[in-house]
């Protein structure tokens, strides 16, 4: 495709999806909704385009990226599972649960997607849009969040052709994501170890429920999967947490009680605080307020995952 002419606008109809899905196997880049964020998609048995994946985000090459399965039977194409994996596919699959496996020997992905390590980070995606990708393409796509690296991830079309323009082919506009949070990603160790290396949509104490026992605290440096990086999800502004009000030069997010200039959720849902939380984070880097302040969440049930994506944009 002419870079000129990128990206391409493209319908979450089956004529534009089968037109991705060309891009795709052509090892292109297309931009595409997940229920978590919009990914930036390639196919994951081709060098190449996951090389073209690292260059558009200016990606650090260490850090790993999750593949796209259609189902069970996909992921046990590239990985090896266990009984405690298949359990979680069982009970969380389709939708946002990242599993971080044993590569399996002879696997059909790039060498890049795992960055060098044993494991894989594997989903199988709940989206309509992005099922109906994968099964066009007949491959399974990598896919991190579809912005530049570090900054704010997105939740709808134009947040992706604002930050990448045209380092990316086509977009498929399906319109805002519904969770809004990148998955929850969760390494099995051996024996009955695990532990949960971002949190995400899915609470560690769901994941206990199947596992039968409590997660084991995250101590490696190594990186091992996607946002484990200190500073990510970063607006490009100083970022004030827990604030109850604003200063003058501050653009301030609100939860609960706390009004702000905007706000996570009136109501102190957290499911909708967020949903709205990188999209509020976009309204603040465009606002004339040199700085962002947010209000406090509590940290229970999906309030874990969004301070984890607060915290680091603040670093």
């Given at each position: 495709?002419?870079?000129?002419?990128?990206?391409?606008?493209?319908?979450?109809?089956?004529?534009?999806?089968?037109?991705?899905?060309?891009?795709?196997?052509?090892?292109?880049?297309?931009?595409?909704?997940?229920?978590?964020?919009?990914?930036?998609?390639?196919?994951?048995?081709?060098?190449?385009?996951?090389?073209?994946?690292?260059?558009?985000?200016?990606?650090?090459?260490?850090?790993?990226?999750?593949?796209?399965?259609a189902d069970l039977a996909g992921a046990e194409a590239i990985a090896l599972l266990d009984e405690r994996a298949k359990a979680l596919a069982e009970a969380f699959w389709p939708g946002p649960l990242t599993l971080v496996l044993p590569l399996r020997e002879g696997a059909p992905v790039a060498a890049a997607v795992t960055?060098?390590?044993?494991?894989?980070?594997?989903?199988?995606?709940?989206?309509?849009?992005?099922?109906?990708?994968?099964?066009?393409?007949?491959?399974?796509?990598?896919?991190?969040?579809?912005?530049?690296?570090?900054?704010?991830?997105?939740?709808?079309?134009?947040?992706?052709?604002?930050?990448?323009?045209?380092?990316?082919?086509?977009?498929?506009?399906?319109?805002?994501?519904?969770?809004?949070?990148?998955?929850?990603?969760?390494?099995?160790?051996?024996?009955?170890?695990?532990?949960?290396?971002?949190?995400?949509?899915?609470?560690?104490?769901?994941?206990?429920?199947?596992?039968?026992?409590?997660?084991?605290?995250?101590?490696?440096?190594?990186?091992?999967?996607?946002?484990?990086?200190?500073?990510?999800?970063?607006?490009?502004?100083?970022?004030?947490l827990n604030a109850l009000k604003a200063e003058p030069d501050e653009f301030h997010i609100g939860f609960g009680a706390v009004a702000g200039h905007a706000t996570l959720s009136a109501s102190?849902?957290?499911?909708?605080?967020?949903?709205?939380?990188?999209?509020?984070?976009?309204?603040?880097?465009?606002?004339?307020?040199?700085?962002?302040?947010?209000?406090?969440?509590?940290?229970?049930?999906?309030?874990?995952?969004?301070?984890?994506?607060?915290?680091?944009?603040?670093?």
């Amino acid at each position: 495709m002419n870079p000129a002419s990128r990206p391409r606008l493209l319908a979450s109809t089956t004529p534009d999806i089968a037109e991705a899905a060309a891009i795709l196997r052509g090892a292109g880049l297309v931009a595409v909704p997940t229920e978590t964020v919009y990914g930036l998609a390639a196919r994951a048995d081709r060098d190449e385009s996951v090389a073209a994946i690292y260059a558009a985000k200016g990606r650090p090459s260490f850090n790993p990226l999750i593949v796209h399965v259609a189902d069970l039977a996909g992921a046990e194409a590239i990985a090896l599972l266990d009984e405690r994996a298949k359990a979680l596919a069982e009970a969380f699959w389709p939708g946002p649960l990242t599993l971080v496996l044993p590569l399996r020997e002879g696997a059909p992905v790039a060498a890049a997607v795992t960055a060098g390590l044993s494991t894989v980070a594997l989903r199988c995606p709940a989206h309509p849009v992005m099922r109906a990708l994968i099964a066009e393409t007949g491959l399974p796509l990598a896919a991190p969040s579809a912005n530049r690296s570090g900054a704010v991830s997105p939740t709808t079309a134009g947040h992706v052709v604002a930050s990448l323009g045209d380092r990316v082919d086509a977009v498929i506009d399906g319109g805002a994501c519904a969770a809004g949070l990148e998955s929850t990603i969760v390494a099995l160790r051996e024996g009955t170890r695990w532990q949960v290396l971002r949190p995400g949509p899915i609470a560690e104490a769901e994941l206990a429920a199947v596992l039968g026992q409590a997660s084991e605290p995250v101590t490696a440096q190594a990186i091992e999967a996607p946002g484990q990086l200190a500073s990510h999800y970063a607006p490009g502004k100083p970022v004030r947490l827990n604030a109850l009000k604003a200063e003058p030069d501050e653009f301030h997010i609100g939860f609960g009680a706390v009004a702000g200039h905007a706000t996570l959720s009136a109501s102190g849902d957290l499911n909708e605080a967020a949903s709205r939380l990188y999209a509020l984070l976009h309204q603040g880097a465009a606002d004339g307020h040199v700085r962002i302040a947010i209000a406090p969440v509590p940290e229970t049930g999906i309030g874990a995952a969004i301070n984890d994506r607060l915290r680091r944009a603040a670093a």
